[in-house]
């Protein structure tokens, strides 16, 4: 079956900010907004981007689940007599205020079937024989696919047919942007960008590794809490990852620098040059993690809004200039740098030894 285009996380924001502009413009019009279904295998984010997209929006969001409804009153309302006519009494989840806001159907076709087709009306129209969605409120569903790999309810054309379907794809650099902005520690991030293929979309999944990576924060130091990581990541991830994550912890128990210590320390070279020495002098695994390190910095001044201070720029040239640093690295990072459409950045390139080193 054909669950549309398949988008990374970034797409997929930015077909929701489109759809829901057009939503609007339809709206004005007086008709319903088309919904948006985002299908995908679990634990890929799916319903975490239609949350954040709200949330960072400062948008409402009602998020519920229709495989709950056991029935149809759930989804209606309850019949009470008002002045010897029958009408329902919609249900209290059911949003009241105007916009805009997020109606999230969350795993939607795993419910009953009579329930989705009850669904009908409110995916068509934006409302039932009982109650209709303010203005600015915006459907949302996420479904899991119809391959034979999970416990969903097959949906009929007539269904499909009165929405948007996309298909997302999990990309391990996007999710490492998401992981930065939600505070994951570095050496977790780094874990993940070096070893992606150990995410099996099965046992181990972005959702469970997040799961497992909040569970390391509670533990402190200590020999004893340290036997528990094993247990812990056997418990969230599949076998190979968390033997995989165990060795990984292991090898770097010299922590490189983060992000915030290479661009901010006043002591560049007790904070940054001689960790990364240790490191760089260990077995030929330490340079790929140093290459994952590298690409955790980049992808952080990618993502940045303002340019860098005098003061982080002199650290970040302290960086370039390190002498154990591969050649082949360096040029490479400072191409890398040229990418970026910074001001200051390329100001910095431009006016320094930089132009000439890549001539």
Not at 16 to 27: A, S
Not at 141 to 165: C, E, I, Q
Not at 350 to 355: E, F, I, P, T, V
Request: hydrophobic share 40%; aromatic share 10%.
């Amino acid at each position: 079956m054909n669950h549309g285009a398949k988008v990374k996380a970034e797409q997929l924001i930015q077909l929701l900010q489109h759809q829901f502009q057009r939503n609007r413009q339809m709206m004005q019009k007086g008709r319903a907004g088309t919904p948006v279904c985002i299908w995908g295998a679990h634990g890929i984010g799916k319903t975490q981007i239609a949350r954040d997209f709200a949330k960072r929006n400062n948008w409402k969001c009602i998020s519920l689940a229709p495989a709950q409804f056991e029935e149809m009153g759930d989804l209606l309302g309850m019949p009470q007599i008002e002045e010897s006519r029958t009408v329902f009494r919609k249900p209290a989840w059911a949003p009241e205020e105007f916009g805009p806001g997020i109606l999230l159907l969350d795993d939607f076709n795993r419910a009953d079937d009579r329930i989705i087709r009850g669904l009908m009306p409110l995916l068509q129209d934006g409302r039932t024989v009982s109650w209709g969605l303010p203005p600015d409120w915006h459907i949302v569903l996420t479904a899991n696919p119809d391959n034979g790999d999970y416990s969903v309810t097959p949906l009929d054309a007539s269904l499909l047919t009165r929405m948007l379907h996309v298909e997302l794809t999990f990309d391990v650099k996007s999710w490492a942007d998401w992981a930065t902005a939600y505070r994951i520690p570095s050496l977790l991030i780094d874990f993940v960008l070096l070893y992606p293929d150990l995410i099996d979309h099965e046992r181990t999944t972005a959702r469970s590794l997040v799961q497992f990576f909040d569970s390391l924060q509670g533990l402190d130091q200590t020999k004893k809490q340290k036997t528990l990581i094993p247990v812990l990541a056997k418990g969230f991830l599949g076998e190979d990852a968390a033997r995989q994550f165990v060795a990984y912890l292991k090898s770097t128990q010299e922590h490189l620098p983060t992000v915030g210590v290479v661009l901010e320390t006043n002591d560049f070279e007790s904070a940054v040059a001689k960790p990364i020495n240790n490191f760089l002098n260990k077995s030929t695994l330490q340079l790929d993690v140093f290459s994952v390190f590298w690409e955790r910095i980049y992808r952080t001044l990618k993502n940045r809004p303002d340019d860098l201070t005098p003061g982080e720029l002199i650290n970040l040239e302290k960086l370039l200039k390190l002498a154990q640093l591969p050649e082949d690295l360096r040029k490479y990072w400072v191409m890398q740098l040229l990418d970026l459409d910074q001001k200051g950045i390329n100001q910095w390139i431009a006016q320094g030894d930089w132009a000439k080193y890549l001539l």
